[in-house]
């Protein structure tokens, strides 16, 4: 069992900037691909940027350019470096870690962008 545990959410103004960090229970080298996703408030959870093995990562265009996903894998350590936040970017945020046919979810942490 992979449990992965996201922090670093909080309020921010827009313009700010906040990095989210998810700490997973493997060693993220067993991990094929990393996930950040978010939920707004009434809407469906949508994906937000990932990364693999090798580190190549994908982002959607609504965050391309301002955020940047990362991974440390002396601390098995994920993270979202967010910049320019949008009260868009609103919404709770969730680590997703692909394993072979399985995947896992953490709990979620809050980010909330005023304007």
């Known amino acids: 069992q992979v449990q992965l545990v996201e922090s670093g959410g909080g309020t921010v103004q827009a313009g700010g900037s906040l990095t989210l960090s998810c700490a997973a229970s493997?060693?993220?080298?067993?991990?094929?691909?990393m996930e950040w996703h978010r939920q707004a408030p009434g809407k469906q959870r949508e994906f937000v940027a990932s990364i693999r093995s090798g580190g190549f990562t994908t982002y959607v265009d609504s965050v391309k350019g301002r955020f940047t996903a990362s991974r440390d894998h002396d601390k098995n350590m994920m993270y979202l470096q967010m910049n320019s936040l949008k009260p868009e970017d609103t919404a709770v945020y969730y680590c997703?870690?692909?394993?072979?046919?399985?995947?896992?979810w953490g709990q979620g942490t809050q980010v909330t962008v005023s304007s």
């Open positions: 493997v060693s993220i080298s067993s991990i094929n691909r």
């Open positions: 997703r870690a692909v394993i072979s046919d399985s995947d896992y």
